[in-house]
């Protein structure tokens, strides 16, 4: 298993929503993102600078590359371009980040 982990921004004000759209997580999305080979998928705020912080576990890297093609993926973004930075085609604005130390 591979562990990745992103930053991305969410827009000031809209932590409660942002908490609220992932509490509702839609079903087919949870299905594409485990078929995909992601586990244990977690986002974390800081809450002083309004970054997210994703960190995910997947099988194989390159199924990553696959999930913007994806029609739910692309509703999702849609869904939640209003509350974070995002690229011009919705994509949540993400750096990638660089571990440093893992203590397994």
Request: charged share 30%.
């Amino acid at each position: 298993m591979h562990r990745v982990a992103f930053r991305m921004q969410l827009h000031k004000g809209c932590e409660e929503e942002y908490e609220r759209r992932h509490k509702q997580l839609w079903p087919e999305l949870k299905e594409l993102l485990s078929g995909s080979g992601i586990r244990e998928y977690s986002i974390f705020l800081d809450e002083a600078s309004g970054h997210l912080f994703g960190v995910l576990k997947v099988a194989d890297k390159n199924r990553l590359k696959e999930l913007p093609s994806s029609p739910v993926m692309q509703k999702w973004w849609a869904h939640m371009k209003d509350i974070m930075d995002t690229h011009a085609d919705h994509s949540p604005v993400s750096v990638p980040l660089r571990e440093v130390f893992y203590l397994p």
